[in-house]
C-alpha cells in the first residue's frame, strides 16, 4: 500500500540501519537505557505499510516500523523482546468478543454480572494499552461514548439496588485510559525534574485559567452542588482524561489515529441500522441500548453518543484516500462512508446530513494536494453525482418531509430561538460574565413544559452560560487565532485531519449543542492534539 506523506523523509542507508546503537540513528531515542539494539531490516515487501516513529529531524532519519510484522520490540526494556503478532490479534479479538457478548446479554437481560464483565473488559485492555502509550489507548474514550453509550450504568439493568449504580461506564474506560498512561514509565520519569515538569505542565495554562474562572464564578454563586453543577464537572472530567490521553499517545500516529476513528465510525454505524431494523428499541427509549428512538412516521433511531462520530467520519475518509492508493483501501473507506451517511439518514435530523455533506466537500480543500483536487468539468460531476445521491437518499429514507414540513414554535428551529431569547433576559451580571458551572436558565422539555437546563441546544448560549459574553468573545478570538495560524503554519496530515473534524463539530454545534456533550468534549480534546496544540515535544512510540 503506497502511502504519500504530506513531508516525505528519506529512507537510511543499509549502513546506518546496520550500525551500533551509537550511530546517527541512535539519537532518535533520547534515553540510551530505553533503546534497544537496533537490528537489521529486511527489505519490506510491496503493499507494506511503513509507519514512522515521528522523532527524525532533517539531519536525523528515523527507521520506519511496520505496522503489520511478525515480531514485535518493546522498547520500554534494555533487552529486545520478540512475540509473535498473531498472540496480539487473537487477544484483541478475544477481548472484542468478550465485550460485545457480555453487552449484548446486558442489553437483553439487564444482567448485573454481564454489565461488569463488559466493563471490566474495556477498563483492562484500556489501561494496558496506555500504559504502552499505543494510539488506540486514545481512541478508548471514543470507542466508549459511541459502542456503549455516555449514560450505560449498573442501575439500567433490572436489579434495583446495585453497588456503584451511577458510576458511568464511560467513566470508567476514560479514567483508566489516563491513569495507563500516568503510569508508563517514560511519563514518571519526566516529573523528576524542573524543566521537565514545566514542560508537562504549560500546555494546561489555558485550561487552568477557564478552570479557575468557572471555578470563581461557581463560588460567586453560592457554590451550588447540585445534578447541573455535577454534570458540568462530568465533562471537565471527560475532557481533561481524554486529552491527557490522546496527549500521551497520539502525536506520531495521527494517521493510524484517524483510521481507527473511520473503523469504529463503521461499527457506530452498525449498531445504529441494527436497532432501527430490529425490535430491541422496544426496551425502552434512553436506556442499556443508549438509543432514542421516536415513534414517528418515518422512525428515526438516535444513538447517544453515536451520532456525533457518524457525521464526522465521512469527511475524515475522503482525508485518506490522499494518503493512500490501494483499491481496496479505498473501496473499505467508501462502504464505511456509506454506511454512516445511512445511519445519519435513520436518525432523520436535518442538520446532521447539511453538515456531513458540507465537511464531505471541504476535506479535499482542506487534507488533498493541490494538484489532485478535481478540476472544471471533473468538479462539476463529483458534485452533482453527489447531490442527486443525497437527494435521492433523503426521498427514500422519508427525511426529506422534515426539510418541507412546517414546525410548531416549540420544536426545531423555534425552540432554538426560544433558547436564545431565553438566555439574553437573564441579569446583566450573569449575562456578562457568566455563572461558571452548573450555569443555567429556564428551558422547556419535549412536552412544553418549563424546566431549569444547563445545556443548551446553541453551543454559544452554553458557553456565555457558563463564561458569559466576554468570556465567549475571549474564547472565539482565541480559537480563531489559534486555527488560523496553524492552517497557515503546517501541512501536516495530522493537523489538516484536526481543523476539519473540529470545524465540523462546531458548525453541528450551532444547533445540536454536540461540543458540549460527552462524546463532544472528548473529540474535541482528541482535535486539539491533532492540531498540535498542547502535544510533547518528544513524540510517544508505539510498542
Not at 100 to 117: E, H, K, P, R, T
Not at 178 to 188: H, N, P, T
Not at 300 to 324: H, K, Q, S, W, Y
Not at 439 to 449: I, K, L, N, W, Y
Request: charged residues 15%; hydrophobic residues 50%; proline residues 5%.
Amino acid at each position: 500500500m503506497d502511502r504519500r506523506d504530506p513531508e516525505p523523509r528519506r529512507a537510511p542507508p543499509a549502513a546506518q540501519v546496520a550500525s551500533s546503537e551509537t550511530g546517527p540513528a541512535a539519537d532518535v531515542d533520547h534515553d540510551s537505557s530505553l533503546r534497544p539494539p537496533i537490528q537489521q531490516v529486511a527489505p519490506a515487501p510491496v503493499g507494506t505499510c511503513w509507519e514512522s516513529d515521528g522523532n527524525a529531524t532533517d539531519e536525523q532519519t528515523s527507521i520506519p516500523q511496520p505496522l503489520i510484522s511478525t515480531s514485535r520490540t518493546d522498547v520500554n526494556s534494555a533487552t529486545t523482546q520478540t512475540r509473535p503478532a498473531i498472540r496480539l490479534s487473537r487477544a484483541t479479538l478475544a477481548c472484542f468478543g468478550l465485550i460485545g457478548a457480555s453487552w449484548f446479554v446486558f442489553l437483553l437481560s439487564g444482567s448485573l454480572a454481564a454489565y461488569w464483565l463488559c466493563v471490566g473488559a474495556c477498563v483492562v485492555p484500556t489501561a494496558l494499552l496506555g500504559h504502552r502509550r499505543h494510539w488506540a489507548a486514545a481512541l478508548a474514550p471514543v470507542a466508549g461514548a459511541a459502542l456503549l453509550g455516555t449514560e450505560l450504568r449498573a442501575e439500567l439493568g433490572t436489579t434495583v439496588v446495585a453497588p456503584f449504580n451511577g458510576l458511568r461506564a464511560l467513566d470508567l474506560v476514560v479514567l483508566s485510559a489516563a491513569l495507563g498512561v500516568a503510569s508508563s514509565s517514560e511519563v514518571l520519569r519526566t516529573v523528576r525534574t524542573g524543566a521537565a515538569l514545566r514542560a508537562v505542565v504549560w500546555p494546561w495554562r489555558w485550561v487552568a485559567l477557564a478552570l479557575a474562572a468557572l471555578a470563581a464564578l461557581w463560588f460567586a454563586h453560592g457554590y451550588p452542588t447540585d445534578q447541573l453543577g455535577r454534570t458540568d464537572a462530568r465533562l471537565i472530567f471527560l475532557a481533561a482524561g481524554a486529552f491527557y490521553t490522546a496527549r500521551g499517545t497520539v502525536p506520531g500516529h495521527e494517521r493510524l489515529f484517524v483510521m481507527g476513528l473511520v473503523g469504529l465510525g463503521g461499527l457506530v454505524a452498525l449498531k445504529a441500522i441494527a436497532l432501527h431494523v430490529s425490535d430491541l428499541w422496544a426496551i425502552g427509549t434512553y436506556d442499556r441500548a443508549q438509543a432514542t428512538q421516536l415513534a414517528t412516521e418515518p422512525k428515526r433511531t438516535i444513538l447517544v453518543g453515536g451520532d456525533t462520530l457518524m457525521i464526522l467520519v465521512p469527511a475524515a475518509a475522503v482525508a485518506l484516500v490522499e494518503n493512500f492508493r490501494a483499491t481496496w483501501f479505498n473501496a473499505t473507506l467508501a462502504a464505511i462512508s456509506a454506511l454512516c451517511g445511512v445511519a445519519v439518514l435513520l436518525s432523520g435530523t436535518r442538520s446532521s446530513l447539511l453538515v456531513l455533506c458540507l465537511l464531505a466537500v471541504l476535506a479535499p480543500v482542506l487534507c488533498w494536494e493541490r494538484d489532485r483536487l478535481p478540476r472544471g468539468r471533473q468538479a462539476v460531476m463529483i458534485l452533482v453525482t453527489g447531490l442527486i445521491i443525497v437527494v435521492a437518499a433523503t426521498a427514500v429514507s422519508g427525511v426529506a418531509s422534515r426539510f418541507v414540513t412546517p414546525e410548531s414554535q416549540s420544536e426545531g428551529l423555534g425552540f432554538r430561538e426560544d433558547e436564545i431569547r431565553t438566555f439574553l433576559r437573564l441579569p446583566t451580571q450573569d449575562l456578562m460574565i457568566g455563572q461558571g458551572l452548573g450555569g443555567r436558565f429556564t428551558s422547556r422539555d419535549s412536552t412544553g413544559a418549563e424546566v431549569e437546563a444547563a445545556w443548551s441546544h446553541v453551543l454559544p448560549v452554553w458557553v456565555g452560560l457558563k463564561l458569559g459574553l466576554l468570556g465567549l468573545a475571549l474564547l472565539t478570538a482565541v480559537g480563531a487565532v489559534a486555527m488560523w495560524r496553524t492552517l497557515r503554519r503546517s501541512r501536516v496530515f495530522g493537523a489538516r485531519v484536526g481543523a476539519l473534524l473540529f470545524t465540523g463539530l462546531l458548525l453541528m454545534s450551532l444547533t445540536i449543542g454536540r461540543a458540549a456533550l460527552p462524546e463532544g468534549v472528548i473529540l474535541v480534546a482528541c482535535c486539539f492534539i491533532l492540531l498540535g496544540w498542547g502535544a510533547p515535544d518528544d513524540p510517544p512510540r508505539t510498542v
